[in-house]
């Protein structure tokens, strides 16, 4: 269990209870212990970033190591009568749920990705402050001036991150194609595109079934004995969903293909956020062929099939 200052430790089948510091030390320290309990498996909760520098350290010393959604984990403390909530009890559920799920590994992130990864984020958070501050400055008379001087740091601020992450994307020959690939479908930008590179190296590699699940535009059911409820969306990867409904909104009225296909779910009587939300799952298929075929929006042929 991560926390800023504190890792809490537990073991299964075995027990094992013992806590360190999150920094160099602590987590040195965590590492030999594993290694001498020859450890299968180590699971940690994202913790908004606190894990990072822990699974970092973990997978470089060659310890599988697992991260995992925290409301997963919460929803499987209750399922197994664990009401109650210590850093010490989350450390022994993560034990327990690693040792009846196993989640899957996934290949460890390169430091190159990691940093695309670190400058999307940071991206985002910067475009999210922008928009704030710019709303926030129509509102202000007399303090106008001070969040104007703001506005203008957080856009050279942008600016900056932006030349940033161009070197890095035109510096690595893969993610230079794979993003002038993305971007050959209209309505796609370089937003989407980096996004797509950051947050979804999985795409091309999955169907269309399991891309759309795991970006969380699949509908699920909601069906109980006779009742019949209505199918949503959710979960996922949140920040991801939000670039490509942006997109999404531009493609229904450039892309002809999604224009025809949002147009004709319309007039099939689909309320405007169902006919979006369906259009985004439509474009992340089309993307997710062109990866795998390798094939841009003008030459897919049957890709999107």
């Given amino acids: 269990d991560v926390a800023k200052y504190r890792l809490d430790v537990a073991g299964r089948p075995e027990p094992a209870a013992f806590e360190v510091t999150n920094d160099g030390p602590g987590i040195t320290a965590l590492i030999s212990a594993l290694k001498r309990m020859t450890c299968r498996l180590v699971v940690l909760e994202a913790t908004g970033g606190y894990e990072t520098a822990l699974r970092d350290a973990l997978q470089a010393a060659g310890l599988p190591t697992v991260v995992v959604n925290p409301r997963q984990i919460r929803d499987f403390a209750r399922a197994t009568g664990r009401l109650a909530k210590t850093d ?37 958070q910067l475009v999210q402050m ?19 001087r703001h506005i203008d740091w957080l856009a050279s601020e942008l600016a900056a991150l932006d030349a ?24 796609v930008g370089t937003g989407l595109a ?27 059911n909601r069906d109980s004995g006779q009742f019949r409820g209505k ?3 959710w979960g996922g990867r949140p920040a991801l969903r939000s670039a490509l409904y942006m997109a999404a909104l ?7 293909e999604i224009r025809a296909f949002y147009q004709r779910l319309l007039a099939a009587g689909k309320a405007k956020k169902l006919a979006l939300t ?28």
Wanted: proline fraction near 4%; aromatic fraction near 4%; hydrophobic fraction near 40%.
């Fill in 250 to 256: 531009v493609a229904s009225r450039f892309n002809t």
């Fill in 130 to 148: 922008l928009t704030a501050e710019r709303n926030r400055c129509h509102a202000m008379s007399e303090l106008r001036q001070g969040v104007q």
């Fill in 231 to 233: 199918r949503q969306v």
């Fill in 164 to 187: 940033e992450l161009q070197d890095l994307v035109q510096d690595n020959a893969s993610w230079h194609a794979r993003e002038a690939l993305y971007c050959s479908a209209p309505g």
């Fill in 194 to 220: 980096r996004n797509l590179l950051a947050e979804l190296p999985e795409l091309g590699r999955l169907n269309r079934r399991q891309i759309a699940a795991l970006v969380g535009v699949a509908p699920l």
């Fill in 278 to 305: 369906a259009c985004m799952r439509k474009l992340l298929t089309i993307l997710n062929a062109m990866a795998r075929t390798n094939q841009p929006w003008h030459d897919r042929g049957s890709a999107s099939s």
């Fill in 88 to 124: 010490r009890i989350d450390a022994e559920v993560l034990a327990h749920f690693a040792e009846a799920v196993r989640p899957a590994l996934r290949p460890a992130q390169d430091h190159v990705s990691h940093q695309l990864q670190v400058l999307v984020r940071r991206r985002r």
